[in-house]
């Protein structure tokens, strides 16, 4: 790459890191679109389906934050095209043999290889971008790659309707083998080369918790985030779950997923520039985040007047479409010795936090006799009062100057 710094967010490096993000998108949420039918074509139903579907969520979530340290170790002391290409050869090969699964156990393992292979992909390709771009334009970058990202979810429930769940994995792993063909010849950022004659450590998870300050901007991160992934690996997984419960019929699972993440790719568009014209990241988060509550509360009212949540579900996305905004500010937090290993851990622990939350609604249910709903919502209050209170207390970090280390 030419030392100079790229203006344009419309360069090669956005596309190859935005096109990987597609295909993670949409390989990680087929397994949400084709949960029900799979399961079933493998014997499960009633309560064994439910619990057979989390199980596979938890086990995925698991690859992904074991995942997110490996690559993060792997992207500060070898480089970010590094991890960034070697993520998609090995989700690309889980997908295709996700689709030879004959039973749980092979499932689970397929799940787990899957996300670990996710887990690298957006923590390497955001921090790609944001080296690689003019401080005033970088975030322009990250919003192409979100968005891209969402358009992957959205592709994602749209297959649900016409593709045979074996075949719908193969079409995924094609597609990341197709990105291979992206044959880009010294991408690797400037930033990151000179870091590597300066004496910091590199890539080393545990110094992110050498520093009293670092550990709270580094857990404050994965709170802003964790919100994301109540609202999609719980409230929108279950749907077909809580549209039962309160007697709602016809509802279509896929649609849900795709007006959800319809507002997800809105939202990151809308939402990364904004805070571009406003110069804030945080001002951004928070409008975002009340948006989102509101969808959240919107949708449980919808619920309990037995009412369609189609709707709601497009204006939970929206909210939660400050997905752009934060991975930006999350890998803005950091210095370059350790920021794919904050960027990459903080993305996936926020993701792979459902491995959490779904024995959290369980728990909660259990103790209070309540209903699928109703744990819901109070795991949702949690998730909702961690989230603010992070956001609230991280600083500002537009326009920082990425071009540090980490003592």
């Given at each position: 790459?030419?030392?100079?710094?790229y203006?344009?967010?419309?360069?090669?490096?956005?596309?190859?890191?935005?096109?990987?993000?597609?295909?993670?998108?949409?390989?990680l949420?087929?397994?949400?679109?084709y949960?029900?039918?799979?399961?079933?074509?493998?014997g499960?139903?009633g309560?064994a389906?439910?619990?057979?579907?989390?199980?596979l969520?938890?086990?995925?979530?698991?690859?992904?934050m074991i995942g997110?340290?490996?690559?993060?170790?792997?992207?500060?002391?070898?480089?970010?095209?590094?991890?960034?290409?070697?993520?998609?050869?090995?989700?690309?090969?889980?997908?295709?043999?996700?689709?030879?699964v004959?039973?749980?156990?092979?499932?689970?393992?397929?799940?787990f290889?899957?996300?670990?292979?996710?887990?690298g992909?957006?923590?390497?390709?955001?921090?790609?971008?944001?080296?690689s771009?003019?401080?005033?334009?970088r975030?322009?970058?990250?919003?192409?790659?979100?968005t891209?990202?969402?358009?992957?979810?959205?592709?994602?429930?749209?297959?649900?309707?016409f593709?045979?769940?074996r075949?719908?994995f193969?079409?995924a792993?094609?597609?990341?083998?197709?990105?291979?063909l992206?044959?880009?010849?010294?991408?690797?950022?400037?930033?990151?080369?000179?870091?590597?004659?300066?004496?910091?450590?590199?890539?080393?998870?545990?110094?992110?918790?050498?520093?009293?300050?670092?550990?709270?901007?580094?857990?404050?991160?994965?709170?802003?985030?964790?919100?994301?992934?109540?609202s999609?690996g719980?409230?929108?997984?279950?749907?077909?779950?809580?549209?039962?419960e309160?007697?709602?019929?016809?509802?279509?699972?896929?649609?849900?997923?795709?007006?959800?993440?319809?507002?997800?790719?809105?939202?990151?568009?809308?939402?990364?520039i904004?805070?571009?014209l406003?110069?804030?990241?945080?001002?951004?988060?928070i409008?975002?985040?009340a948006?989102?509550?509101l969808?959240?509360?919107?949708?449980?009212?919808?619920?309990?007047?037995?009412?369609?949540?189609?709707i709601?579900?497009?204006?939970?996305?929206?909210?939660?479409?400050?997905?752009?905004v934060?991975?930006?500010?999350?890998?803005?937090h950091?210095g370059?010795?350790?920021?794919?290993?904050?960027?990459?851990?903080?993305t996936?622990f926020?993701?792979?936090?459902?491995?959490?939350?779904?024995?959290?609604?369980?728990?909660?249910?259990?103790?209070?006799?309540?209903?699928?709903?109703q744990?819901?919502?109070?795991t949702?209050?949690?998730?909702?009062?961690?989230?603010?209170?992070?956001?609230?207390?991280?600083?500002?970090?537009?326009?920082?100057?990425?071009?540090?280390?980490?003592?």
């Open positions: 790459m030419n030392s100079k710094l203006h344009s967010p419309f360069n090669i490096v956005v596309l190859a890191a935005g096109l990987g993000f597609f295909v993670d998108t949409f390989d949420f087929l397994f949400n679109v949960r029900i039918p799979s399961l079933k074509e493998l499960f139903s309560n389906l439910t619990s057979a579907g989390e199980f969520l938890s086990i995925q979530m698991l690859g992904m997110g340290i490996i690559s993060g170790i792997i992207a500060d002391k070898k480089g970010r095209v590094t991890v960034l290409f070697g993520s998609i050869i090995l989700y690309s090969l889980a997908n295709i043999l996700n689709a030879f004959y039973d749980l156990n092979s499932y689970a393992l397929i799940r290889i899957a996300g670990v292979g996710l887990a992909e957006l923590g390497a390709g955001i921090t790609l971008v944001g080296e771009m003019s401080i005033e334009k975030g322009y970058g990250t919003i192409l790659v979100a891209l990202g969402g358009l992957g979810a959205v592709t994602a429930g749209l297959v649900g309707d593709l045979p769940w075949t719908a193969l079409v792993g094609g597609l990341g083998f197709l990105l291979l992206l044959r880009v010849k010294a991408m690797e950022t400037n930033i990151f080369k000179d870091s590597l004659s300066k004496e910091q450590p590199r890539g080393s998870f545990f110094h992110l918790f050498k520093s009293r300050d670092r550990i709270f901007k580094y857990i404050a991160c994965i709170l802003v985030g964790v919100p994301i992934w109540y999609v719980l409230l929108i997984t279950l749907s077909p779950e809580l549209a039962l309160h007697h709602i019929d016809y509802l279509k699972l896929g649609l849900c997923f795709i007006l959800f993440q319809v507002g997800i790719t809105t939202g990151d568009l809308s939402s990364g904004l805070s571009q406003f110069r804030s990241r945080k001002k951004i988060l409008a975002y985040m948006f989102a509550i969808g959240t509360i919107l949708h449980f009212i919808q619920l309990y007047q037995s009412g369609s949540i189609y709601t579900s497009l204006l939970m996305g929206i909210g939660c479409g400050y997905l752009s934060f991975v930006t500010s999350t890998s803005e950091f370059t010795n350790l920021r794919v290993s904050a960027t990459a851990t903080v996936n926020m993701r792979g936090a459902v491995t959490i939350l779904i024995p959290l609604r369980i728990w909660i249910q259990e103790m209070g006799s309540f209903s699928l709903s744990s819901l919502i109070f949702g209050i949690i998730v909702w009062s961690l989230a603010l209170i992070a956001v609230l207390w991280l600083p500002e970090t537009y326009g920082r100057n990425l071009d540090y280390l980490e003592e």
